[in-house]
């Protein structure tokens, strides 16, 4: 069977899930400066999860420049068998890469994937040439491969003890704890090629081949991050790893609240706790002013917001910590609240300006998943999305809170101010939607005919799946909505439009 990479080659190429600057682009089998990458990239001095080379694309200004030019299969031959002596021969400690061929705008490219490596730090040889034998370390800064200076030298070599703890072996676990049938549903939502043929792997190859486990063929061990996402009840590894909302109707000191716990998989437990929020707690205010025709819209919370909140701290919270995440909501605000605090390099009014950006991140593996799912873009951008998104809902700003040991981190969203609505006068008639159903977000949203990106991106939603699930199915069955081609439900060029069961629900 042809092996695959558990990515999407088209969103690597288009850099909708991996940045660019964890991904090199080579028109030929360069093999010195692809050495010196491959080095870069396995020693991951920022923690960013390593990168990929394509071998077959031209680049430009960092950009892909497609149809790629391609590799013959000869070249490919040749490039694989190099490359096994290259990680053998010229990097130390050895590492190898895993590759793939994959077959795109009707030309074939090598695609090498190179995650931070176990053993860093890593160095490898200058010159490749036979009268040559110097060495030394590479690593990654921005979209370039360099040598590593002294003073970052001293600091690869710090690295050289601490392996992220997601990306670290668990011993007291088994390779029984992976579920295949979570293994295949993942690789199926991100549209990766080797969920077609994952029947033909056995849990171990399919592990190894996504890196969620490793070791030597005799004692295979899986890794935490396969554990938090591809086992039923992570929680029993990783005690806490749950979510806990908790409504207060009359604020935290009345008699009376409302729980829900949300443990499993992460990735489950994070749209199942942004599903149950959105459809409870979010809801959307219509007033209606008697000297104007148009109603003023907006959310007691932006979806937007409280989404890159929750996100954010299943993907920065501490799982050796065992305190879940906990998300207070009162008629007044919105808190979310994880453990520990963001790293101390951040200054806290830097984050609240959104200015704040980490060097390194806790969970490299996680953010990798994470983003794959659509559930997060990485890299600093959450607590920007966040103020973004309060101030287009024209709420007052987030807030965001640390001690000064960083053991916790509190995001806190207000309640838009005119959510709670003042007795009605003559001027001014207010009309309150208790909650506004999926479809009838989806019709407001329609205009004209959209393709479904469009659709998601227009309803402000980041999870396709979610998004398919919880709006656009709902929609579709309701009839408020048509597709184009509706014998084709899966055809790129479908569009979806407003049926006049749809528009007669807009004059309601």
Same mark, same amino acid.
């Given at each position: 069977?042809? @092996?695959?990479?558990?990515?999407?080659?088209? *969103?690597?190429?288009?850099?909708?899930?991996?940045?660019?600057?964890?991904?090199?682009?080579?028109?030929?089998?360069?093999? =010195?400066?692809?050495?010196?990458?491959? !080095?870069?990239?396995?020693?991951?001095?920022?923690?960013?999860?390593?990168?990929?080379?394509?071998?077959?694309?031209?680049?430009?200004?960092?950009?892909?420049?497609?149809? %790629? !030019?391609?590799?013959?299969?000869?070249?490919?031959?040749?490039?694989?068998?190099?490359?096994?002596?290259?990680?053998?021969?010229?990097?130390?400690?050895?590492?190898?890469?895993?590759?793939?061929?994959?077959?795109?705008?009707?030309?074939?490219?090598?695609?090498?994937?190179?995650?931070?490596?176990?053993?860093?730090?890593?160095?490898?040889?200058?010159?490749?040439?036979?009268?040559?034998?110097?060495?030394?370390?590479?690593?990654?800064?921005? &979209?370039?491969?360099?040598?590593?200076?002294?003073?970052?030298?001293?600091?690869?070599?710090?690295?050289?003890? @601490?392996?992220?703890?997601?990306?670290?072996?668990?011993?007291?676990?088994?390779?029984?704890?992976?579920?295949?049938?979570?293994?295949?549903?993942?690789?199926? #939502?991100?549209?990766? $090629?080797?969920?077609?043929?994952?029947?033909?792997?056995?849990?171990?190859?399919?592990?190894?081949?996504?890196?969620?486990?490793?070791?030597?063929?005799?004692?295979?061990?899986?890794?935490?991050?396969?554990?938090?996402?591809?086992?039923?009840?992570?929680?029993?590894?990783? %005690?806490?790893?749950?979510?806990?909302?908790?409504?207060?109707?009359?604020?935290? #000191?009345?008699?009376?609240?409302?729980?829900?716990?949300?443990?499993?998989?992460?990735?489950?437990?994070?749209? *199942?706790?942004?599903?149950?929020?959105?459809?409870?707690?979010?809801?959307?205010?219509?007033?209606?002013?008697?000297?104007?025709?148009?109603?003023?819209?907006?959310?007691?919370?932006?979806?937007?917001?409280? =989404? /890159?909140?929750?996100?954010?701290?299943?993907?920065?919270?501490?799982?050796?910590?065992?305190?879940?995440?906990?998300?207070?909501?009162?008629?007044?605000?919105?808190?979310?609240?994880?453990? %520990?605090?963001? *790293?101390?390099?951040?200054?806290?009014?830097?984050?609240?300006?959104?200015?704040?950006?980490?060097?390194?991140?806790?969970?490299?593996?996680?953010?990798?998943?994470?983003?794959?799912? *659509?559930?997060?873009?990485?890299?600093?951008?959450?607590?920007?999305?966040?103020?973004?998104?309060?101030?287009?809902?024209?709420?007052?700003?987030?807030?965001?809170? &640390?001690?000064?040991?960083?053991?916790?981190?509190? @995001?806190?969203?207000?309640?838009?101010?005119?959510?709670?609505?003042? /007795?009605?006068?003559?001027?001014?008639?207010?009309?309150?939607?208790?909650?506004?159903?999926?479809?009838?977000?989806?019709?407001?949203?329609?205009?004209?005919?959209?393709?479904?990106?469009?659709?998601?991106?227009?309803?402000?939603?980041?999870?396709?799946?979610?998004?398919?699930?919880?709006?656009?199915?709902?929609?579709?069955?309701?009839?408020?909505?048509?597709?184009?081609?509706? $014998?084709?439900?899966?055809?790129?060029?479908?569009?979806?439009?407003? &049926?006049?069961?749809?528009?007669?629900?807009?004059?309601?």
């Amino acid at each position: 069977m042809e @092996t695959k990479l558990p990515i999407n080659i088209s *969103d690597l190429l288009s850099k909708r899930t991996v940045e660019s600057e964890r991904i090199e682009y080579k028109s030929g089998w360069n093999p =010195e400066s692809i050495l010196h990458s491959i !080095c870069a990239f396995a020693n991951d001095f920022h923690n960013l999860g390593g990168g990929y080379i394509v071998i077959g694309v031209e680049e430009n200004n960092g950009q892909p420049v497609l149809p %790629p !030019c391609g590799l013959m299969s000869e070249q490919i031959d040749k490039i694989q068998k190099e490359l096994l002596n290259l990680g053998h021969a010229a990097i130390v400690p050895a590492y190898h890469p895993l590759s793939a061929v994959y077959r795109y705008m009707e030309k074939d490219i090598l695609v090498l994937w190179v995650p931070g490596g176990e053993s860093r730090p890593y160095k490898s040889k200058v010159s490749l040439s036979a009268n040559k034998n110097d060495w030394s370390w590479y690593i990654r800064k921005h &979209t370039s491969t360099k040598k590593a200076s002294a003073d970052e030298e001293h600091e690869l070599m710090g690295l050289a003890a @601490t392996v992220p703890f997601d990306d670290r072996y668990r011993l007291s676990a088994s390779m029984q704890d992976l579920s295949p049938r979570l293994i295949q549903e993942y690789l199926t #939502a991100i549209g990766s $090629d080797l969920a077609a043929g994952n029947e033909a792997l056995n849990i171990d190859d399919i592990s190894r081949r996504m890196n969620i486990a490793g070791g030597p063929t005799e004692a295979i061990f899986p890794k935490n991050v396969g554990l938090l996402f591809f086992n039923e009840h992570p929680a029993r590894f990783f %005690p806490a790893t749950q979510i806990d909302v908790v409504y207060f109707p009359e604020g935290p #000191a009345g008699d009376r609240f409302e729980e829900k716990i949300f443990s499993g998989p992460l990735d489950k437990i994070t749209r *199942d706790a942004l599903n149950y929020i959105n459809r409870n707690y979010i809801k959307e205010i219509v007033i209606k002013h008697a000297d104007k025709p148009e109603a003023e819209r907006f959310w007691n919370f932006p979806l937007a917001a409280v =989404e /890159e909140a929750v996100v954010n701290a299943v993907y920065h919270r501490s799982y050796e910590i065992r305190e879940p995440i906990e998300i207070r909501i009162t008629p007044e605000e919105l808190v979310v609240l994880s453990f %520990p605090g963001p *790293d101390r390099s951040i200054r806290l009014p830097d984050l609240q300006q959104g200015k704040a950006v980490s060097r390194r991140y806790r969970n490299r593996r996680i953010g990798e998943f994470l983003k794959e799912l *659509d559930l997060t873009e990485g890299r600093s951008t959450g607590v920007p999305k966040i103020l973004r998104a309060m101030n287009n809902n024209g709420s007052p700003p987030p807030t965001f809170d &640390t001690d000064e040991d960083r053991s916790f981190f509190l @995001t806190r969203l207000v309640t838009h101010p005119n959510a709670q609505l003042p /007795e009605a006068t003559p001027e001014v008639t207010p009309e309150v939607t208790p909650e506004v159903t999926p479809e009838e977000r989806v019709c407001r949203a329609l205009k004209g005919e959209m393709t479904r990106a469009q659709l998601q991106h227009a309803l402000g939603l980041r999870d396709a799946e979610y998004f398919r699930k919880a709006f656009l199915l709902p929609a579709l069955n309701a009839g408020v909505v048509a597709m184009t081609i509706p $014998d084709k439900p899966r055809s790129s060029k479908q569009r979806y439009y407003l &049926t006049a069961a749809g528009k007669k629900r807009l004059q309601l």
